[in-house]
């Protein structure tokens, strides 16, 4: 069993749609969760982190993690065309490797 | 401020050929990672290196290695190279390591490997 799972998709929604992307792990030592988003060709970047559970919300994104069941989701509001690219969870503890999920590819249609 | 940068940004190679790929972190980095991303495995760390030392080691043959400089720039090399290693490797540069990494990675655009 992986440590991080994800649905690779792809997800395709039309635009202004609002995404969920969802993650589930299984280490409940895990004590950092990110989500980075990849465009084709490019290296991830860093979109969102949390440290513990509930909500965090930057701009059109939220970051939810609920480590009681060991699940990790972002919602984006709003979809835009420009937000068609792979979006991979991760985890993290300290003193070991990031963990990052298959990555889902999402497609927000114009 | 200049970005991870990662040479070459492709590369071509046969099986049994060694290869070594170069990163030169965000000036100010001491961290650096390396992961390797294929469709099917996904992206999957390689090893992580601060102040010239190989902190955390991921789960690959000996054929992949590392290192770090003094000015913390890194290379990986692969040897005896086999199909399988066709993938695109990632660099990540960070300020530390710990928690700190979590906030402050950055990624490079990688190096898009084909081993024929």
């Known amino acids: 069993q992986k440590e991080v799972e994800q649905d690779p998709g792809p997800l395709s929604v039309p635009e202004g749609a609002i995404v969920s992307l969802n993650c589930t792990y299984s280490?409940?030592?895990?004590?950092?969760f990110m989500w980075y988003r990849q465009y084709s060709r490019k290296g991830p970047e860093l979109l969102m982190y949390?440290?513990?559970?509930g909500n965090k919300e930057d701009g059109r994104f939220t970051a939810q993690v609920d480590k009681s069941s060991k699940y990790i989701s972002l919602f984006i509001r709003d979809s835009q065309p420009s937000d068609s690219a792979t979006y991979l969870c991760?985890?993290?503890?300290?003193?070991?490797?990031?963990?990052f999920g298959a990555g889902t590819i999402l497609r927000v249609k114009s | 401020k200049a970005g991870v940068t990662q040479t070459p940004r492709y590369l071509i190679k046969t099986r049994g050929q060694q290869v070594t790929l170069s990163c030169s972190p965000i000036?100010?980095?001491?961290?650096v990672s390396w992961y390797q991303q294929t469709p099917g495995q996904g992206l999957q760390f390689l090893f992580e290196?601060?102040?010239?030392?190989?902190?955390n080691k991921g789960n690959f043959p000996g054929r992949f290695s590392g290192r770090q400089f003094s000015n913390s720039r890194s290379e990986m090399n692969v040897s005896t190279l086999e199909l399988g290693d066709s993938a695109l490797y990632l660099c990540?540069?960070?300020?530390?390591?710990?928690?700190?990494?979590?906030?402050?990675?950055?990624f490079g655009p990688g190096t898009r490997l084909l081993v024929l």
């Open positions: 290196y601060f102040s010239e030392t190989q902190r």
């Open positions: 280490n409940s030592a895990f004590q950092y």
């Open positions: 991760a985890t993290y503890r300290y003193g070991n490797k990031l963990v």
């Open positions: 000036s100010g980095h001491r961290s």
């Open positions: 990540a540069s960070s300020l530390g390591i710990g928690a700190g990494r979590v906030k402050t990675q950055y």
């Open positions: 949390t440290y513990s559970s």
